[in-house]
């Protein structure tokens, strides 16, 4: 993949997981229900989006920082042990930091 596809790639993820983000911050902000049983429903639901918001967030910060190593010119490096990370895994993962094997 050339670096301005990838690039493009990485910038659709970015935007994927921002619209993601902003969804769920929308419903976690509706209006709170009157009755109880409705407010612990409520509450459990939030909780799940809450983790939702949080994956899409830490997803959104991984790849920012892909495309800091695309510009760097490191991206597709294994963090660990320097090796390059294999295609096939940073086309799963384009923001893959370690390769398969320093990943397990
Ligand atoms: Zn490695």
Redesign the pocket.
Known sequence: MTDISLRKRLETLISEYSHRAEAIERDLSREHAQSFSEQATERQNDMVLQGLLADARVSIKEVQHALVRLDEGTYGE?E????LISAARLDALPAAR??I??AE
């Not at 660990?80 to 090796?83: A, K, L, T």
Request: charged letters at 10%; one cysteine or more; glycine letters at 12%.
């Open positions: 294994c660990v042990c320097g090796e370690q390769c094997n320093c």
